[in-house]
């Protein structure tokens, strides 16, 4: 933790933790430190708590709201169905029957539809056609979520990038502490980046660029921690 007054704080609570020579003692010192190190990180800290939830709420918002609308062929649903039959056991490869009936189904419904409702379309294996359209990443990434969660919904991807977004707001408030020494500087730059709607909005869609932001801002806190160590 360095020479930050919460580091010192850690250092002093160890230091007289480890003069205490009863086991008992100093088990209950180490509660009474401990409780007295997490009130001074919170008392530090809470606005960014804050800060971080609010852009956990902002994301959530418009992923359930997403959910809700027919999506665009081009950045979803290519994309469900070739993670659909990976996670089914037949790999990156796209049905064409199961499209059109997505498609339709969204245009009757109005709403995005998961894969998990895509029935069984008769003779599958003589419809599929391997996988083109975009990336290979994505797909494979919602395939291997829908494998571990047993259920092939779009919510789980969008959950795990709303988890990414509470980091990245995390590593802007790091980012500019780092560049500005000042926490009313950091604050805001967090603050900015939990509510700057556009990308909010981007990062709850269920599509591959919706990682562009969070990884931009982890690869300039990865750089940002290297500098620090010098």
């Known amino acids: 933790m360095g020479k930050s007054p919460l580091g010192l704080v850690y250092n002093y609570a160890r230091k007289k933790v480890s003069e205490i020579s009863p086991r008992s003692e100093r088990e209950k010192k180490v509660k009474e430190y401990r409780s007295f190190f997490m009130k001074q990180f919170f ?10 939830l609010l852009a956990v709420l902002a994301r959530l918002f418009f992923a359930f709201d997403i959910l809700q609308k027919p999506a665009d062929p ?3 649903v290519l994309n469900g169905e070739a993670a659909r039959n990976f996670a089914e056991g037949r790999g990156l490869a796209i049905n064409g ?8 189904k969204e245009r009757v419904s109005g709403r995005l539809i998961n894969p998990e409702e895509v029935p069984m379309i008769e003779e599958e294996k003589n419809t599929l056609g391997p996988f083109y359209h975009d990336e290979y990443g994505y797909p494979l ?12 919904l ?3 991807a969008q959950l795990f990038q709303v988890a990414l977004a509470a980091i990245a707001t995390v590593g802007v408030f790091c980012i500019a502490r780092f ?3 000042a926490l009313p500087v950091a604050y805001f730059a967090s603050f900015f980046y ?3 709607l556009p ?3 981007l990062l709850a869609l269920p599509h591959q660029y919706a990682w562009m932001g969070p990884l931009m801002v982890f690869s300039a806190w990865l750089m940002v921690e290297i500098a620090r160590q010098r």
Do not use: D, P, Q, R
Not at 43 to 52: D, F, Q, S
Not at 141 to 152: D, E, N, P, Q, R
């Open 74 to 76: 081009g950045l979803i």
């Open 179 to 181: 560049l500005f020494s």
């Open 154 to 156: 779009y919510i789980f």
């Open 97 to 104: 029957n199961a499209l059109n009936w997505t498609f339709e």
């Open 199 to 201: 990308e909010a909005k």
């Open 43 to 52: 008392m530090k800290y809470w606005i960014l708590g804050l800060i971080v």
């Open 141 to 152: 990434f919602l395939g291997i979520l829908w494998k571990i969660t047993g259920t092939k």
């Open 194 to 196: 939990a509510l700057y």
